[in-house]
């Protein structure tokens, strides 16, 4: 097979601006291995490489932060030839095509599996993600207190929300719309954009962590939310990325903390994936797949995420 089907972006702008193209499979070369790709995540960075909001990446570019598939042909000796593979982040969709059939071989993840391409392929970036902050803020096995989710009904939050709740933590969750309520575990807070509503009666003392998914917008107010010496960990940007005038002595009340987790700190993390394929097989955590696309479909699935329809994650297959 000398070509393949590509979702181009051709130029910055609206999902009309993903084309699918018939392109030259690519040649592998020293560091890198051919990757059939069977399935990929779309996340709210690839809406915003597709508008014009990456400055460093040269159009046209097949985007894709994430992709799972089948190794065809590898340059590295300990991943054979039909091993299955997930890849994440390490500049996927900006520097080089991402989603793509050739990858770098630091960002293959091996991992053994039972589950359908499109389950494994809503993983990668989502609960390694949800993990990685859910470490940030000190949460693991034993933790014992309560849990504000802010964003709740993206694919984080509920990756976060599984996983949380199996360490048996009191959880409340946040979302715009009424209408996707029900997708949440636990208590539920409708964000209108002014004060949440509920919490202060739910939990006086505010909780002890909040996971902030929506970033610029709602940072600010975490701090404010967290009880005293708790901790705000910010690790999406569904409202963007930059916090105008942010003062840290000004914002950050003394004793609490406030940090931060990018999910490029998990690429190639082999092991963390494999426990949570482990993890979802035996029914622990339970990913939420709101919609399954097919590649043709491409610019549609950009349209319905960047409509906020999803509560959950967007999967686009071959």
């Not at 009424?178 to 006086?204: C, E, F, R, S, Y």
């Not at 949570?276 to 696309?293: K, M, S």
Request: charged share 20%; aromatic share 4%; net charge neutral.
């Amino acid at each position: 097979m000398k070509t393949m089907r590509a979702a181009v972006c051709v130029r910055a702008g609206g999902p009309e601006v993903l084309e699918i193209h018939e392109v030259p499979v690519p040649a592998v070369r020293d560091g890198w291995s051919l990757v059939q790709v069977r399935g990929t995540g779309l996340n709210r960075s690839e809406l915003r490489t597709r508008q014009g909001h990456s400055p460093d990446v040269v159009f046209p570019r097949v985007l894709g932060i994430e992709c799972v598939g089948t190794v065809a042909a590898s340059t590295d000796p300990r991943i054979p030839d039909g091993t299955t593979v997930a890849a994440m982040m390490g500049e996927m969709g900006r520097a080089f095509d991402g989603g793509y059939a050739l990858l770098p071989n630091p960002l293959l993840m091996p991992v053994t599996t039972t589950l359908p391409w499109d389950v494994l392929a809503a993983l990668p970036e989502t609960y390694l993600t949800a993990q990685g902050a859910l470490d940030a803020l000190g949460i693991g096995p034993g933790s014992r207190g309560r849990l504000l989710i802010r964003g709740g009904t993206s694919s984080v939050g509920l990756a976060a929300a599984s996983i949380a709740a199996g360490h048996g933590l009191e959880i409340a969750a946040t979302t715009r719309r009424p209408d996707k309520a029900a997708a949440l575990t636990g208590h539920v807070l409708i964000d209108d954009g002014g004060p949440l509503d509920g919490l202060p009666q739910l939990w006086p003392d505010g909780p002890d962590w909040v996971l902030d998914l929506v970033g610029a917008r709602t940072a600010v107010d975490s701090l404010r939310l967290v009880r005293r010496g708790g901790t705000v960990c910010v690790a999406g940007s569904l409202s963007g990325w930059i916090v105008p005038d942010f003062e840290p002595i000004a914002k950050i009340p003394s004793g609490t903390k406030l940090t931060a987790f990018h999910s490029d700190d998990r690429k190639g993390s082999t092991a963390r994936l494999q426990r949570i394929v482990g993890e979802v097989e035996a029914g622990t955590y339970h990913p939420h797949v709101d919609r399954v696309f097919p590649l043709g479909e491409i610019a549609a699935a950009h349209r319905y995420m960047e409509d906020d329809r999803a509560a959950g994650k967007l999967v686009v297959v071959p």
